[in-house]
């Protein structure tokens, strides 16, 4: 059987690369097509009308597409979780020394960033802040990062859209001051000596649900081998036995750069935060694996309220039902 | 053809609807082409000028994307279904009450086979919010036409490419055949087709084994 899957290239791609490249696929009877693509709606346009038959996608858009609030409704479900967490907020490294936080922890670094941008809303020049699209967790991490901080973001801050690999560039020519991107992109705007990861996704909120396998309704049972085959793989690349392995496979097959060793730290959660080379350690920065594998129903809930704190929808509740049916654990056989 | 959400979903109609009266025909309308290619973004800016469109404006799918269809305001955004920027576009046409929003996103639910029509093309659109379906269709009917001809003019160059390829590779081996048998150019091409024939396969294929064995045995 062919399938046709589509993906943005990202360390979380992971699961879906190894499925393809080693055989996992093929193993469960699969000729596993992977179609890198260029944005977030191109994926979900080509999987909404049927180019594609699946998707790495973003969680919220997965389900955005399913309650008909972003791109052509489709009946898209969630079989399987493909991992948690792996954002970050970057800021330019004059924002961060100008945010001079006292103490390098999240309370801290969130106050310093809210302080300093309603200085400068204050000012008339907001902060111009950058996420991935309107319907990801990156926005809301982005959000739940300035209310701890006691900001309003709607209201102080500049929120545009950059294609995370153009975030490097637009943070060299200072057309924003930060962002929040998945891995690998932070870690490469600090291999660039352009940026400073502030928070990590995983502190914000833990076991953030953020790439799901989306496929639609109709085909959920007859895909269950690619749930197989993913399940097998994404077991694989949470390995760390597997990860010098992964980190090639992606640098090489996943479109992510030469830089392996970068890879294999945003797998690992051994980050360089800063150009001098200040590590942090953070075994959750990206979870992969049969133990996040699961949908959880809590997620759905979670993504529900977001959205309307968002503004994306009035009130969470009257999705809820419509998010109960998005994800589908009982696809996932293991 | 907008989206039709539940009024409590809806900002306020933006101030660019309010611009355009609904007795207005469609040369009052702003449209903004995206393309990665610009040539094919040339190619629909014509078509939609030809059909009367009179403010056709091509926006560069480059960093300033954003500033430029901001201060553009345009009421239809036609953008190739690959190109990069469409999340940018997603975020400023976002349902959402905190941003700006110079465009609404463009879903066409009354209209499945349009909107299927309009993506095998690698057409997207983003309209700005209460711009009547009878506005948009023939700016995107227009839209899928002249991608679909561009793609086909594409695949029809591609095939002449190759097929120029071809005739250097069977004029070499024609001419590796010339000197080494002394053939004249006539009996040359005769001996490489009756090898085709006989090994029931194309002539190119004799002819790159020729040049092949040529180059490896110098």
Known sequence: MRVDLGYVP????????????????????????????PSWATLRDRLALGHLDAAHMLAPLALATRLGLSGPQADLVAPMALNLNGNAITVSLPLWEAMAPEADDLDAVASAFA?????????????????????????????????RGG?????????????????????????????????????????AGLGRIAALGCEIVPDCPEKVLAVHGSQAEALSPLVEALHRAGTWCADPANVGELAGLLSEKGGLGPDT???????????VVDPTGLCRTAPDYLRLGSSVHRPRPEHRAWLARQMAASGQIADATEVCEEAEAFYRPSLLKA | MQIHLPSRYRNPVSSLSKKHPASMTE??????????????????????RAAGVDSVVVV?????????VGALKPDVVVVHLESPSRDILEQMSGISRHVERPVAMFVDRSD????????????????????RTERIKPILDIAILRFNAFARLQRELMEAKSE????????????????????????????????????????????????TAADLLG
């Open chain 2, 27 to 48: 040369t009052s309308l702003t449209v903004a082409v995206i393309d990665p290619s610009s040539l094919r973004a040339a190619i629909l800016e014509e078509g939609l």
């Open chain 1, 10 to 37: 990202l360390t979380d791609a992971a699961p879906v690369i190894a499925a393809a490249e080693l055989g996992f696929a093929r193993e469960e009877g699969i000729d596993l097509v992977l179609s890198p693509e």
């Open chain 1, 151 to 191: 900001l309003d973001l709607g209201r102080a801050v500049r929120i545009v859209v950059v294609p995370p690999p153009q975030t490097v560039d637009a943070l060299r020519r200072g057309e924003i001051d930060g962002f929040c991107v998945g891995a690998p992109w932070n870690s490469i705007a600090v291999a």
């Open chain 2, 60 to 68: 560069p799918d480059g960093p300033d994307l954003q500033a430029r």
């Open chain 1, 261 to 271: 060793d970068l890879i294999r730290r945003t797998l690992t959660g051994h980050l």
């Open chain 2, 164 to 211: 120029l390829a071809d005739r250097k590779v069977i004029d070499r081996a024609k001419g590796i055949l010339m000197s080494r048998k002394g053939l004249p150019e006539e009996e040359a091409y005769k001996l490489l087709r009756k090898q085709a024939m006989n090994e029931k396969r194309k002539i190119i294929d004799i002819a790159r084994a020729i040049v």
């Open chain 2, 112 to 131: 499945a086979t349009m909107m299927q029509a309009a993506v095998d093309a690698g057409i997207s659109a983003y309209v700005v919010d209460g711009l």
């Open chain 1, 115 to 147: 302080r300093l941008a309603m200085a400068r809303a204050g000012e008339g020049r907001p902060l111009t802040i950058a996420t991935v699209h309107p319907f990801s967790c990156h926005s809301y991490q982005l959000r739940i990062f300035a209310e």
